[in-house]
């Protein structure tokens, strides 16, 4: 399968922005996706963007794509306590189908 | 919209014994639905791809006499764990795809909330 990379763990204090990093492997990929994973919970889909897209804003998110470099970032503006969790890349394959994931980034937000 | 709900929440049972898990897409119809297993602090991992009305497609590895999957309608996917053995215990999730919706959003997986499976 395709190689989908995250750094592990991430700490930043309350009101500050984090920056996530993710870089991945398949140049085929259509959309990317960021996903947030609070302790013992499923998946929740935070945004997308389309592969021909460099950026994406919403609300407090802001998703950029270097596509030449294969690297995706997410960030978080004002990050508050409640933005603790693990975040995943993931990309789909050219099918469209198989999503691959990323190994998850842990956010901690400290007070 | 595009909600994706799974049955039972958490589940605990004995060695040898078969478990069903249901997923569900709640207000859309999905003819395809995956299935994920993540261990503790892990990724998720593709087990199968679950077709409406046609045999699963199971991810190498995976054995598909132990992990049964029936898609038995356009908002039903179910995976049975049979004779489930402590190494079976994880967090299954499923996923579902939302055709229906424009905008590139059709791509996207919804995910169930988990179920998580504790052998004993």
């Known amino acids: 399968g395709e190689d989908v990379e995250q750094s592990l763990f991430l700490s930043v204090r309350e009101g500050d922005s984090s920056v996530i990093n993710c870089t991945y492997t398949?140049?085929?990929?259509?959309?990317l996706y960021w996903y947030k994973q609070e302790p013992g919970a499923g998946l929740q889909l935070l945004t997308y963007?389309?592969?021909?897209?460099d950026m994406k804003q919403d609300q407090r998110l802001t998703v950029l794509l270097n596509k030449k470099d294969k690297h995706l970032s997410l960030r978080i503006a004002d990050t508050q306590t409640g933005d603790s969790a693990i975040y995943f890349c993931?990309?789909?394959?050219?099918?469209?189908?198989?999503?691959?994931f990323g190994t998850g980034t842990s956010l901690t937000v400290i007070p | 919209g595009a909600v994706v709900s799974q049955h039972p929440s958490r589940v605990i049972c004995k060695s040898g014994t078969s478990v069903k898990i249901e997923c569900r897409s709640l207000?859309?119809?999905?003819?395809?639905m995956f299935w994920y297993r993540q261990f503790p602090k892990q990724s998720l991992m593709l087990m199968a791809t679950?077709?409406?009305?046609?045999?699963?497609?199971?991810e190498q590895g995976v054995e598909k006499d132990k992990f049964l999957i029936n898609h038995a309608s356009l908002t039903l996917s179910t995976l049975t764990v049979t004779s489930a053995h402590p190494e079976d215990s994880s967090f299954y999730i499923c996923?579902?795809?939302?055709?229906?919706?424009?905008?590139?959003?059709?791509?996207?997986?919804?995910f169930g909330p988990g179920t998580r499976l504790l052998v004993l």
């Open positions: 996923s579902a795809r939302d055709l229906g919706l424009a905008g590139g959003r059709g791509e996207t997986q919804y």
């Open positions: 398949d140049s085929s990929s259509t959309y």
């Open positions: 963007i389309f592969s021909n897209m």
């Open positions: 993931a990309e789909t394959s050219n099918t469209g189908n198989q999503f691959y």
């Open positions: 207000d859309f119809q999905a003819t395809t």
């Open positions: 679950s077709n409406e009305g046609s045999k699963a497609t199971y």
